[in-house]
């Protein structure tokens, strides 16, 4: 990983995805890393949406 998106990354956030993944295994993170998308949150877009929709409800104290 460029010494420049190092800098950029602790001053600024900014990071693309393969430099934050090897970052990670250096780090001694390969273990999460191979973790991050092996359970699926949501089976489908609709399921996704309607959790969306949801979460936006204002919801109603009786």
């Given at each position: ?33 191979r ?28």
């Open positions: 990983m460029p010494l420049g998106s190092v800098a950029r990354f602790e001053q600024k956030g900014l990071v693309s995805l393969k430099n934050l993944i090897e970052l990670a295994m250096a780090l001694g993170y390969t273990s999460e890393i973790h991050i998308f092996s359970q699926p949150k949501y089976s489908t877009m609709e399921e996704l949406t309607q959790i969306r929709r949801n979460a936006n409800k204002k919801k109603i104290i009786p």
